[in-house]
Structures are given as structure tokens and as C-alpha cells.
């Protein structure tokens, strides 16, 4: 299915973007796992891939920082010959009512979540036009479809992610590089966990399916996106929701 593909996936030490570079190294994919700061879950993460039989290398790089991933992709494409896939997962949320927000919360989360995948798409996506095929996946969130209070920076990301993913598109569909983006509700991971109990049940109760998602049910959404089957869809957002945004 993926064999003899190569796919980086970034923030894939932990949560959502580990459960899909397990999904691709399943198909056959040669993955990349991209993190910031958790090497040793890192590691572990390629280590469970490799005990499959998969294919899977680590890599530290702070997706926000430009420089640095100029050489992550540039180091990737050297190693395997080629990029066919591009998963921008990594994210971070830092919190707050706007009338509090720190400037420096705001900055942050915009340059994590947006930017970085910014700074990959333009220099994978030089690859992938030479190559003429690849695969854009960008992660939004239901946050950056509708809103919610006490995540501006974080929604103002997910919602720019999506205006990035149809730029990108437009840009790259007449080579055959297909750009789509995934928006989840709630899944359980590290990032969800912190939230309090009153918080959870208030967002289980506007989930039609009454209940968070799991990492692997968007990783298998991002294994369709990845696929050759996907190859006439571009420029779209699917919702991994629940439900909770239609
Ligand atoms: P998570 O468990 O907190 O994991 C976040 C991942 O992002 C980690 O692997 C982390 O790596 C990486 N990361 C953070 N900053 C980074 C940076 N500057 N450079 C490189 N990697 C970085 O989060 P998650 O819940 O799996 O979320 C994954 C994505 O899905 C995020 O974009 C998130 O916004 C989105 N999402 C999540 C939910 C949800 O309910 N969980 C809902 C909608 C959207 P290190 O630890 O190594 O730094």
C-alpha cells in the first residue's frame, strides 16, 4: 500500500501524530518521527514500529523554528531519496480568555501550529513537485471550524491551517501533490488529559456520539488522505469529530 514511500510526520513522539506514523509504517511506509522535546518517547515510538517490522527513523526538530526545518527536510530527502508524505500534526495549546492572553502565548502557539507548517510545506513541497506526486496533510481542529472560548491563539492556528491547506492546494494540484487538512474534536490524548472533569463532561455533551476519540481513528483518517485511493481529493477539511461540528 505505502511500501517505498517515504512519510514524515511531525510531533509524532506522543498522542494523535504517533498513532499515525504507527498507521503508515503499518501500510509500509518508511516514517520520519519528528519531535521537539520527548526523545525518549520518541524513541520509544520508533521502537514499537521497528518490533512490527516497520521502518522508522527520529528526528529533533522544533517545527517552529524556520532554519531548522530547511535542514530536517533537506537531511530527510538525502537519507531516503525521496518525500511522499507530509503529516504537519505537532501542536500545542496554551489556554486563556482573550482579555488575558500574554502576547507571548498568542506568538507561541501561532508559530508551533501554523507556521511550522508553513516552514515544512515550503521545502518538502519543492520535492514533491520535482517528484510529481505527494501527499499534504495539515491538522486542524473543530477549534479553527467554530470557535471556542479560551483558545484564540489556538483557534486562530487551526482556523489559519485551513486557509493554508486550500492555498496550498491550488498551488500544488497541477503535479499531483494533493493538500487536505483533518479536523478533530475531542481525542484522548496527552493534551486533552489535563482538562477537569466539569470540562469533559461539558464536551461530551455536545458530542452526538457522546464520547472523545481515540488517536488511532484519526490516524486512520490520515492513512486515507495519505493513500493512492485519496488521489482526487485536495483542498478538503474531514472532520473527525464525533459529530461535534457538521
Ligand atoms: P500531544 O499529545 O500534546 O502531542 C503533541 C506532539 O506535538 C508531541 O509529539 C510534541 O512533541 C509535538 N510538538 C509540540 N511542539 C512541537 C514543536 N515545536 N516541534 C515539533 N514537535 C512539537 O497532542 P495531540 O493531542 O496528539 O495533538 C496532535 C495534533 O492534533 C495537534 O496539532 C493538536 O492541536 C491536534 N488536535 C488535537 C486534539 C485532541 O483532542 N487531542 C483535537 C484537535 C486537534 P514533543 O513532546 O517531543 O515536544
Same mark, same amino acid.
Given at each position: 500500500?505505502?511500501?517505498?514511500?517515504?512519510?514524515?510526520?511531525?510531533?509524532?513522539?506522543?498522542?494523535?501524530?504517533?498513532?499515525?506514523?504507527?498507521?503508515? +509504517? /503499518?501500510?509500509?511506509?518508511?516514517? $520520519?518521527?519528528? =519531535?521537539?522535546?520527548? %526523545?525518549?518517547?520518541? !524513541?520509544?515510538?520508533?521502537? #514499537?514500529?521497528?518490533?512490527?517490522?516497520?521502518? +522508522? /527513523?527520529?528526528?529533533?526538530?522544533? $517545527?517552529?523554528? =524556520?532554519?531548522?526545518? %530547511?535542514?530536517?527536510? !533537506?537531511?530527510?530527502?538525502? #537519507?531516503?531519496?525521496?518525500?511522499?508524505?507530509?503529516?504537519?500534526?505537532?501542536?500545542?495549546?496554551?489556554?486563556?480568555?482573550?482579555?488575558?492572553?500574554?502576547?507571548?502565548?498568542?506568538?507561541?502557539?501561532?508559530?508551533?501550529?501554523?507556521?511550522?507548517?508553513?516552514?515544512?510545506?515550503?521545502?518538502?513541497?519543492?520535492?514533491?513537485?520535482?517528484?510529481?506526486?505527494?501527499?499534504?496533510?495539515?491538522?486542524?481542529?473543530?477549534?479553527?471550524?467554530?470557535?471556542?472560548?479560551?483558545?484564540?491563539?489556538?483557534?486562530?492556528?487551526?482556523?489559519?491551517?485551513?486557509?493554508?491547506?486550500?492555498?496550498?492546494?491550488?498551488?500544488?494540484?497541477?503535479?499531483?501533490?494533493?493538500?487536505?487538512?483533518?479536523?478533530?474534536?475531542?481525542?484522548?490524548?496527552?493534551?486533552?488529559?489535563?482538562?477537569?472533569?466539569?470540562?469533559?463532561?461539558?464536551?461530551?455533551?455536545?458530542?452526538?456520539?457522546?464520547?472523545?476519540?481515540?488517536?488511532?481513528?484519526?490516524?486512520?483518517?490520515?492513512?486515507?488522505?495519505?493513500?493512492?485511493?485519496?488521489?482526487?481529493?485536495?483542498?478538503?477539511?474531514?472532520?473527525?469529530?464525533?459529530?461535534?461540528?457538521?
Amino acid at each position: 500500500m505505502l511500501e517505498g514511500k517515504t512519510a514524515i510526520v511531525t510531533g509524532a513522539s506522543r498522542g494523535i501524530g504517533k498513532a499515525i506514523a504507527q498507521k503508515l +509504517a /503499518s501500510q509500509g511506509a518508511a516514517v $520520519v518521527i519528528n =519531535y521537539n522535546g520527548s %526523545e525518549e518517547k520518541a !524513541q520509544e515510538a520508533q521502537r #514499537e514500529i521497528q518490533e512490527k517490522g516497520g521502518t +522508522a /527513523s527520529i528526528y529533533r526538530c522544533n $517545527v517552529a523554528d =524556520y532554519a531548522q526545518c %530547511e535542514k530536517f527536510i !533537506q537531511d530527510v530527502i538525502q #537519507e531516503y531519496g525521496s518525500l511522499d508524505i507530509l503529516v504537519n500534526n505537532a501542536g500545542i495549546t496554551k489556554d486563556g480568555l482573550l482579555m488575558k492572553m500574554t502576547e507571548e502565548d498568542f506568538d507561541k502557539v501561532i508559530a508551533t501550529n501554523l507556521k511550522g507548517a508553513f516552514n515544512t510545506i515550503r521545502f518538502a513541497s519543492r520535492q514533491m513537485l520535482k517528484q510529481r506526486s505527494g501527499r499534504i496533510i495539515n491538522m486542524s481542529s473543530v477549534s479553527g471550524v467554530a470557535g471556542n472560548a479560551g483558545q484564540a491563539n489556538y483557534a486562530a492556528s487551526k482556523a489559519g491551517l485551513i486557509g493554508l491547506t486550500k492555498a496550498a492546494a491550488r498551488e500544488l494540484a497541477s503535479r499531483g501533490v494533493t493538500v487536505n487538512a483533518i479536523a478533530p474534536g475531542f481525542i484522548e490524548t496527552d493534551m486533552t488529559d489535563v482538562l477537569g472533569v466539569k470540562v469533559k463532561e461539558a464536551a461530551v455533551a455536545q458530542i452526538p456520539l457522546g464520547r472523545f476519540g481515540k488517536p488511532e481513528q484519526v490516524a486512520a483518517a490520515a492513512a486515507f488522505l495519505a493513500s493512492e485511493e485519496a488521489g482526487y481529493i485536495t483542498g478538503q477539511t474531514l472532520h473527525v469529530d464525533g459529530g461535534m461540528v457538521m
